[in-house]
């Protein structure tokens, strides 16, 4: 327990931690504010964390407020989440409501576009300053006594140059040809650098079948990892990729979950809540600005693709009865919506209950 204890006792990850959540949130609820307005809504609020209320002030038709819950924020536009039987705003051509399908649709999406548009544009920096990434330097991390590896005159530090004269930038490639080699029994020509030189080639047999844990060649690699900076341009692409990587993965996920549940002998992904959230945090901080930067945009992706699921209580649920409305060609009816998004809404705090004792759990080793 005093692991976790000892997390929260950090106050750098603690501002860290609410800094971050705040600009994620914030740039997500600026997107439904600034598609509301543009498309001529009368905002009433946007609000930083949640009440009771610390400050505000009125600036035209909006109030700014700052409330005393810092997790988070919001957005009141006439006339929307009004599920009262007299409802604010109606007939007002400012209104929520009162906007084409299409518009209460922007609305509803902008938040997300922005998260993704946030999460380029960090990803972007990180890239471009120097994040950690590996170097395309394959190194020599253990050599078994009696492996080919060791009979050859591989050593620990040696860098992996090509094998066989293909170019080895990844521990993946060199495991693929030795590999094949073992099992035509063939042998290999290693190029690798010592101390910065080159040395002679370094000839070598892998075993067909070698003890447990040692591979054929009785080697243990790793990637060289150092802060890599890149061109903007190239920054942009990788930015966009990793992006792309990350909603896959999420997309993957309760498939992942659901096979690890028929499999228990398997690795489950690990799911973490707001306290794995912070644990990482305050890790990732350590490693400097461009790889604090790098998991910053990676939860932005993250809740960007978490609120555009069609699950009540999130902007996608309001999106799909907005969607399904237009093609019944009719509004459902406001408080059945309410009722619906107030389950969803008590179904989530459960999922997020659950997913924190997990979260303590895993802290404290259990």
């Known amino acids: ?45 946007f609000a930083f964390g949640f009440p009771p209320r610390l400050a505000g002030i009125r600036r035209g038709e909006t109030e700014y407020t700052i409330n005393w819950i810092p997790f988070g924020g919001f957005v009141r536009i006439l006339g929307q989440d009004d599920f009262t039987i007299h409802q604010q705003g109606t007939g007002d051509p400012r ?26 544009l960090i990803l972007t920096v990180a890239f471009a300053t120097g994040t950690t990434a590996p170097t395309g330097d394959v190194r020599v991390f253990d050599v078994r006594p009696g492996s080919p590896a060791a009979a050859a005159g591989l050593q620990v530090g040696d860098i992996v140059v090509d094998v066989d004269g293909t170019p080895i930038h990844t521990a993946r490639a060199m495991v693929n040809i030795t590999a094949k080699a073992a099992d035509k029994q063939q042998e290999i020509s290693i190029d690798v650098t010592r101390n910065g030189q080159r040395v002679p080639p370094i000839k070598a047999t892998p075993r067909a079948d070698p003890p447990a844990g040692e591979g054929p060649l009785g080697v243990q690699l790793e990637e060289v990892q150092a802060a890599v900076a890149v061109p903007p341009a190239q920054a942009f692409g990788s930015a966009v990729s990793l992006t792309g990587d990350v909603v896959g993965q999420i997309v993957a996920l309760p498939g992942q979950l659901i096979a690890q549940r028929a499999s228990p002998g398997g690795n489950a992904p690990v799911v973490g809540g707001p306290i794995e959230i912070f644990r990482v945090t305050g890790q990732v901080a350590q490693f400097g600005i461009p790889t604090f930067l790098k998991l910053v945009g990676v939860l932005s992706v993250n809740l960007g693709v978490i609120n555009i699921i069609p699950f009540p209580g999130l902007d996608g649920g309001r999106l799909f009865f907005v969607l399904l409305g237009a093609l019944l060609r009719r509004r459902l009816s406001p408080q059945v919506e309410a009722a619906i998004h107030a389950v969803g809404f008590v ?20």
Not at 99 to 112: D, E, F, S, T
């Open 1 to 45: 327990m005093s692991g976790i204890l000892s997390v929260f006792t950090n106050l750098q990850t603690l501002v860290l931690f609410i800094a971050t959540f705040t600009l994620i949130v914030a740039v997500h609820e600026f997107g439904h504010f600034a598609a509301a307005r543009l498309l001529g809504m009368k905002v009433l609020e």
């Open 95 to 120: 209104s929520f409501t009162s906007k084409p399908w299409w518009a209460q649709a922007i609305v509803l999406a902008a938040g997300v576009f922005m998260n993704f548009v946030l999460a380029i």
């Open 347 to 366: 179904l989530l705090l459960g999922l997020l209950v659950i997913v924190s004792i997990s979260d303590i759990r895993r802290a404290i080793g259990g």
